[in-house]
């Protein structure tokens, strides 16, 4: 995925917390637990990068931690937390 143009689902709302985030999604009604600080504030700009991996870039996260992100994103798209752009 980090060659893939991503965004935040638009029926999907973020309520920020001290682990995280609360992810709920208004039409299939599912909770997600987005449990670090940074993976939520990468799936909060994703729109505005041409892929996951210039987003890791920008929000700084090292290149040896990228397949985890990714790893969290794919989970996230199999949630229909993320759609493609």
Not at 25 to 43: C, E, G, M, Q, T
Not at 65 to 85: F, G, R
């Amino acid at each position: 995925m980090l060659n893939s143009p991503l965004k935040l689902h638009p029926s999907v709302a973020l309520r920020p917390e001290p682990f995280g985030a609360l992810a709920y999604h208004y039409d299939n009604r599912r909770l997600i637990f987005l449990k670090h600080p940074s993976i939520v504030d990468v799936v909060k700009d994703l729109d505005q990068y041409p892929d996951l991996q210039s987003a890791l870039c920008a929000h700084g996260i090292e290149e040896r931690h990228w397949d985890a992100y990714d790893k969290a994103i794919c989970s996230l798209i199999e949630s229909d937390v993320v759609v493609p752009q």
